[in-house]
């Protein structure tokens, strides 16, 4: 039985990276199969978001391992003492649909016990995201960007090949 006792998240070293990289991308690809049934122009986040991430003393990137075996990855930014972004967070395909994710954010969470803030973004298409982090993590929608409303930096850019038709933004306030 999978619980979060039993997911550890794992620094992730430099020989990990390409495991990294590539179970990062099939997991996304996912996504982009299971609503347009094609992947040929599935956007995945770049992998050069990974190298950047692993260089700043303000992100955390993380295997998470099951049993001493790898089932997902999670770039976690620390934005101050109590907010913390969950700019990436994926379970490897052969993991999903397994309470893999579930359990994997229980465990994040406790990882860090002074947040009382977390946010995270999910393209609109992405309809089991949507359900994850609203009903199973306790997420709320809090903004809805398109090309009505944009972000700072266009996170709608990386995925206008697709007509995503905008990107969530959600948060979860952990009271203290």
């Given at each position: 039985?999978?619980?979060?006792?039993?997911?550890?998240l794992?620094p992730?070293e430099?020989?990990?990276l390409?495991l990294?990289?590539?179970?990062m991308k099939?997991?996304?690809?996912?996504?982009?199969?299971e609503?347009f049934?094609?992947?040929?122009?599935?956007?995945?986040p770049?992998?050069?978001?990974?190298?950047?991430?692993?260089?700043d003393a303000?992100?955390?990137?993380?295997l998470?391992?099951?049993?001493?075996?790898?089932?997902?990855?999670?770039?976690?930014?620390?934005?101050n003492?109590?907010?913390?972004?969950?700019?990436?967070?994926f379970?490897?395909?052969?993991?999903?649909n397994?309470?893999?994710?579930?359990?994997?954010?229980?465990?994040?969470?406790?990882?860090?016990?002074?947040?009382?803030l977390?946010?995270?973004?999910?393209?609109?298409?992405?309809?089991r995201?949507?359900?994850?982090?609203v009903?199973?993590?306790?997420?709320?929608?809090?903004e809805?960007f398109?090309?009505?409303?944009?972000e700072?930096?266009?996170?709608t850019e990386?995925f206008?090949?697709?007509?995503?038709s905008?990107f969530?933004?959600?948060?979860?306030?952990?009271?203290?």
């Amino acid at each position: 039985m999978v619980n979060k006792k039993n997911i550890i998240l794992k620094p992730l070293e430099p020989c990990e990276l390409e495991l990294f990289r590539k179970e990062m991308k099939k997991s996304f690809e996912q996504g982009v199969l299971e609503r347009f049934g094609d992947i040929s122009a599935a956007p995945t986040p770049p992998t050069n978001e990974v190298d950047f991430a692993l260089k700043d003393a303000t992100i955390d990137v993380f295997l998470l391992m099951f049993d001493n075996v790898p089932v997902g990855g999670t770039i976690i930014k620390r934005e101050n003492n109590n907010k913390f972004s969950l700019d990436l967070f994926f379970i490897f395909k052969d993991y999903l649909n397994k309470k893999f994710g579930s359990v994997a954010w229980q465990a994040i969470e406790a990882n860090y016990p002074k947040a009382e803030l977390w946010e995270t973004h999910t393209p609109y298409f992405e309809r089991r995201n949507i359900h994850f982090y609203v009903n199973k993590c306790g997420f709320k929608i809090v903004e809805f960007f398109s090309e009505f409303h944009k972000e700072e930096h266009d996170i709608t850019e990386e995925f206008k090949d697709i007509n995503t038709s905008g990107f969530f933004r959600f948060e979860k306030r952990i009271k203290q």
